[in-house]
């Protein structure tokens, strides 16, 4: 079965600073990856994908994402957060009719 | 930017109720699906719909469940008799292809609150 691991629940970062979200999936076959960033009562945004090809994929916003198969990771970086960054962020696998297998979920937390 | 339309924002309704939820998918996608979150936890895949009928459903969409596409635009999750624990955040969902190359839509949810 295929499953995500964000092992984050919390990150605090201050504003500018660099960020780096884990992500580490188990899935049968060639995964499909996602990450979304959801803000306080609101819906998902994609902020970037992966199918195949080049490795380092980039997304929305400034972020960027980095599938390791050696590492089972598909962690989401950016250079340089602002403080409008402040959300819950999903990594999510799967495809197909089967629907996407989300983590838990990391809070990003931005200091001023 | 296309968009997937869900209605309402917000339902209260009292245990033992029947909802309906309502989405609009993007209009020429093909695979449309059902997630909840409940508050605070992971988003959870309900249901697949494709081609007039389920594709794939979780343990979690149980008799309780039904959907339906009415009339060819409108994409619906049917709660027959709630509970309190249906209490969640839902988000519909669509695509145009099975293996969302071209992008995997979620609409802003529906929030139903079981009192």
């Known amino acids: 079965a295929q499953s995500v691991t964000q092992p984050d629940i919390h990150i605090t970062v201050s504003e500018g600073a660099s960020l780096e979200l884990r992500c580490n999936y188990s899935?049968?076959?060639?995964?499909?990856l996602f990450w979304y960033v959801q803000s306080p009562g609101q819906g998902l945004q994609l902020l970037l994908k992966?199918?195949?090809?080049?490795?380092l994929v980039q997304g929305i916003k400034g972020f960027e994402a980095e599938f390791k198969r050696s590492q089972s990771s598909f962690n989401l970086r950016k250079p340089s957060v602002h403080w409008s960054d402040a959300a819950e962020y999903f990594c999510?696998?799967?495809?197909?009719?089967?629907?996407?297998?989300f983590g838990k979920g990391t809070h990003l937390i931005i200091q001023p | 930017e296309p968009e997937v339309t869900q209605t309402p924002s917000h339902q209260v309704t009292q245990m033992g109720q029947e909802v309906i939820l309502r989405c609009v998918p993007i209009?020429?996608?093909?695979?449309f699906y059902w997630y909840r979150q409940i508050l605070g936890q992971k988003v959870e895949f309900l249901v697949s719909?494709?081609?007039?009928?389920?594709?794939?459903k979780s343990e979690i969409f149980d008799d309780q469940f039904s959907v339906e596409r009415p009339d060819g635009s409108n994409f619906t999750l049917k709660i027959r008799s709630t509970k309190l624990e249906d209490s969640a955040m839902y988000f519909c969902?669509?695509?145009?292809?099975?293996?969302?190359?071209?992008?995997?839509?979620f609409g802003s949810g529906t929030r139903l609150t079981v009192v």
């Open positions: 969902a669509s695509s145009l292809d099975r293996d969302h190359t071209y992008g995997y839509t």
């Open positions: 899935y049968g076959a060639t995964p499909y």
């Open positions: 992966y199918f195949s090809g080049d490795t």
């Open positions: 999510a696998v799967g495809g197909g009719a089967d629907g996407l297998t």
């Open positions: 209009s020429n996608h093909l695979y």
């Open positions: 719909f494709y081609n007039n009928e389920i594709s794939e």
